[in-house]
Each structure stands twice: as C-alpha cells, then as structure tokens.
C-alpha cells in the first residue's frame, strides 16, 4: 500500500496511491490525515488496504496523482528522530579532519532528536537565508513508527514499522561545528527536512525490505548530474529496527516517529572511501562527504555547498526505473 | 485566561479553567483540543476569553478543575526546544568538573531539540527502568508560541508568545556525558518531560510577566522537603523573546511549539554558588545543581539522585499562596 498527503492546511489530506504513482483515492472517509491513520492503525489499516486495492482495480472514483501537489506525508510530525547508521560516513568525516572515531561507533548508534514541527514539501524550494551557512542535502532512508513501547526489543520495533519513505534531510554545515562544540547537538544547523512524496507499507517493498534495511539504490543527481547512486542495503551498520530500540531506551515513541538513516553511504571497493559516478563509484549523498573525500585526497575540498537555484534530486527505483515513493526535487532559494 | 487539557485521548481536551484553579468550562465547542486552538488561535482566542470570562461570572455550565484529571497541556507537541537560559546553572557544572565554559555562552544562547511526542502529566509516575541512569528533575519555566517566522526578530519572538507554563524536565544524569560525547546531543538522556496543569496567557500575568520572563518564584519540593525557591526572573541570562529568536533563525516555528528556559538557577548572595534552603539559600531547582555546589565545596556530591518512591513537587504561587499553574507532583516508579 502506498499512501501520499496532498496539500491542505497544517496535515494535508490523506490519499491512497497506485502502485505505479499515477493514480489516488481520496482516504478522508477512513482517516483525515496521515496522522490521524497512524494514531487509529489497527481500525483503520483494514479500510486502507481495501481502497488500495479498489484503486487498482480501478473501481472507484480516481484521480490523476501529481507529485507536486503532495506535501510531505507528515507535513509535520510529533518526532524526527535521525540516526547515522551508515557509519562509514561518519568515520570519513572523522578521517577528513584528522579525528579519531570511537570503536564504539560500530556498536552504539548516533542519533539526535531532529525538529518535527513543520517540513517541507517534497518539491518545495529550500529557503536559504545566507549562502555562507553551507547548504548541503543528505539523501536518507526513513520509516515511520506506530507507538513503540519503553525497551522495546528490536524484533518489537521491526514490528512497529508502518511505512518507508525518502528525506532529504537540510544540513547547514557550516553552523555544524559551532553548535557541536557547545555540547547540545543540532539545532539551527538543521532547518526543516523535506519527505518523499509517497510513503509505502513494508510489505509492498516485497523483497526490497529485509532485516530493516531497504535494498535498493539511493539516486541523487545534483544541477541534472548523477551525483550518487549508493545501495542503501549495503554498509547499513544499523538496521532500522536497531534504531529505533535505540530510540525507545529510555522512553516510549508515539505513533508517527520517523526514524532516520542518517546519510547513506556505501565503502568504494577497496573499503575506503569511495569514488564519485564520474570515476566509475556509486557517488555521495550529501555534498559534505565529496568534500571530505577531496579534502582526503587533495587536502582541500572543490565541490562547493548549494547555492540559490541549485537543485537537488532524490529517488529510488524499481526495476523498470520508476519511482518507488516519487520523487524529492528541491532548489535553493535566496529568503 | 487560563487553560488545561482534561486526559482524553492522545491529545486531551480542553478547557478552560477560573483564575482560582477552582472550576473549568468545556471549550471542546470551540476548539477540542489545546493544539486545535494554537493552530487557530486568531479565529478562536476571542472566544476562548469570552468563555473564561463567563467562567469567572458564573453564568456557564462549570465542573470541578481537578488538576489530577488534567493532561499536560500539550499531551504531544510538535516542537520542544529547551534553552540553558539561566547561564549560572551552566557554569556551576562546568566548574565542579574543571572544565572551563566558553566566554560565548553569555550571548549565544544554548539549545537543544528534545522529544515531544508524548509527554507525562503532571501527575503521573516518572518510569524508571534503571535507577543508574541517575534519574533527575529540572524545575523550568516554558513558553507556548503560536507560529513564528523564520529569521525572527526578539519583538515578533515576544508577540508570539500565547501561553506560559512550567515544566519538570526529567533528566537522566548518568546517561548524559557519553551521549554528549558523542556529540549530537541528548537522545536517551532526556526522557518525556511533564508540564504543570495549566498555561496561562501573558497578560492573565500582569506584572509578574515582564521583559520575557516569569518574576515569580519557583518552588521546589524533594519529599515534602523545601529544596528550591529561586527567583525565576533574577539571573535569566537570556529571556524568552531571545531564546524564540535564536530557536527561529534558520527555520520558521510552528504554532505549538514549546520553548523552554533550562534549569532556574540563582546565584548566591556573593555572586558565587547559591546555598541550600536550611543554610538560608534559595536552593535549587535540580538534584545535579545541589551535587555541582557539593563538590565545588567538598570535594564530591553526596545528596543521591532520585529513586523509586522519591516525589518531586514543582509549582508558583501567587501573593496569597495559591498555585499559579497548578502543581506538578511526580513519583518516580520503577518500571
């Protein structure tokens, strides 16, 4: 089942999608909003799948699906909380600026409590107040939650999963080192993030979803260039439903917590960091790692972070390379 | 005006309640939850005030306000965003383990995102799988805002300011420095806070409401024993309008957001730590403060974080001691 949010008021207003992303029914009759279908899942997920099904079916009233209509499935949330389970791009991070990373990192996962409060649409311009703040994308897997009890064991929280989407998850990299020195994590380095069009039931991912993780390439092209294409079921150090008992430690999550990736990155072939397309590698998905990797090789990074009219390209695929969840396509704009 | 959400659901419903706490008036007919009514404050807040002003002459239909029948305000939120506005708590901590603060601390604000998607009520038992993790109380004021645009000025910041309340903002103690360490911040540290029963609208504050703080006292109780009595507008660094400012200056606020002021903290009388209550002190308003000031002064801490059966009360009076917010009143209860 793949469910979508078109734009209206603070939530949008919740439709059901066809498979092949051209078509979608009205779901106001079973819930309003997303959120509304997520806080009353056992009552409604029935009503859900039965109007996916009548969709394709095509024996209900339908309308043409336009990406650009939709907001993000959540257009705001109660939680965003983001992990960096691809832990390779944390230690080449780490490596760029001659830091040590901790063996602990490969065991216990990094995560920070993201803002929630409104997101941007998944086409939407990324408002962007001051170009030497260092705007950068990174491509991320997410899913979102259904309440996750305190403690919950992994195979409790792999339980809870209810969707699997896409974010582009907005990094200001040059306010990152400031805030991270003052102790409290990211705050106004992380302006709002911005969601795939089109969320999906783990079940509909067939294959593609197994042990937590999503196994399927991440796309991102960057100004119409590919820029990375890493497989997002590789190098996944931490698997979703890891993440999210890591997140349920200490407290209990509510229906519709999104839980993040962190940015996908896979290892280059003889496990250090990886190529760019142009070299014959699968790429980044955030500027930062390029510029990391430059700095590795070069001792200075030359891919500059995105300026006012640069566009940003995410999406994954099926095997006939159509979007799976739509796709994420923003442009900086000067605010 | 005053306001309170009676538990019902996941997002409680709301009324609202006489200046005395004594009696509440159903508002359900005019918005039916707390977040309904912030999300439409502009169409709404006229009704709301004239529905509290019935409430005060007696000519409504009205129920007995039991503050242990009342959700947090906000049951889940979309945003809370706590601040280390009282700097002195800052530099208390960093002193007792000689780490020198940062002169920037006096004028950039620190921050950081915490979970909001479900909160405790003021009431209720603080779950505690691990008394380990050094379970901890902060006694703080908060603001609700309505929306606030990014870029913000501290004026605009102050306008947006629809309600005021307190909050217990439990920490746990123990699960912080390796999780700082890391350096993105609190996750497992912080688990779900608890606000007072009822927030309360600027102006319903008179002068006790001033330059973006709170002048009132806030009262701390650890088992019936007087703990905390500090001056919530003595040595608030940073006031509320700046604290908004700083939360708003990559990205917008949504309406709903919660921002708090950190732990209230008072200097003493010499400028340097304040004393406990029985050595004539205003005390303090969490347990780390009181265990900073013991081994600033003897070499190691000796009051015990908090443990199963341990109650702490948190609450503001008005002149003839009467609870402003209500009380909130929580035991910790292993789980």
């Known amino acids: 089942m793949k469910l979508a949010s078109l734009k209206a008021g603070r939530d949008g207003r919740l439709v059901v999608v066809s498979a092949d992303l051209a078509w ?10 997303l959120q ?7 009552r409604v997920e029935g009503d859900l799948r039965n109007l996916a099904t009548d969709l394709e079916h095509e024996v209900i009233p339908r309308d043409r699906f336009h990406e650009r209509d939709a907001a993000s499935p959540l257009p705001r949330a109660y939680q965003w909380a983001d992990g960096s389970a691809y832990v390779n791009h944390v230690a080449l991070v780490r490596q760029a600026r001659g830091a040590e990373m901790p063996e602990s990192f490969w065991h ?18 990324i408002p962007l107040a001051d170009e030497s703040w260092g705007c950068d994308f990174e491509a991320e897997v997410v899913v979102i939650t259904g ?3 305190l403690g919950a064991t992994r195979e409790q929280a792999l339980a809870a999963i209810r969707l699997v989407g896409l974010t582009n998850d907005v990094s ?19 302006p709002a993030s911005a969601f795939s069009p089109v969320f999906v039931t783990p079940d509909a991912l067939g294959d593609w979803w197994q042990d937590g993780k999503l196994h399927r390439k991440l796309l991102v092209d960057l100004n119409g260039e590919p820029f990375g294409r890493a497989e ?4 996944m150090t931490f698997d979703f439903g890891t993440l999210i008992a890591h997140a349920a430690k200490t407290r209990s999550l509510s229906a519709g917590t999104i839980i993040g990736s962190g940015t996908v990155s896979n290892r280059g072939g003889d496990g250090g960091p990886g190529q760019p397309i142009a070299s014959g590698g699968v790429g980044y998905s955030c500027i930062a790692e390029v510029r990391t990797v430059e700095t590795i090789r070069n001792g200075a990074p030359t891919t500059p972070f995105m300026k006012a009219g640069d566009t940003v390209r995410i999406w994954a695929e099926d095997d006939r390379h159509h979007p799976i969840f739509g796709v994420i396509e923003q442009t900086v704009a000067a605010s």
Chains 1, 2 share one sequence.
């Open 24 to 33: 979608c029914a009205d779901a106001g009759h079973i819930a309003p909003t």
């Open 36 to 42: 509304a279908a997520l806080d009353d899942w056992q």
């Open 108 to 125: 216990d996962p990094l995560m920070y409590q993201g803002g929630s409060d409104g997101f941007l649409g998944p086409r939407d311009p």
């Open 147 to 149: 309440d996750v009890p």
């Open 172 to 190: 200001l990299r040059n306010l990152i080192p400031g805030e991270l020195a003052k102790g409290f994590g990211f705050f106004q380095a992380k």
């Open 232 to 235: 997002a079921g590789e190098d």
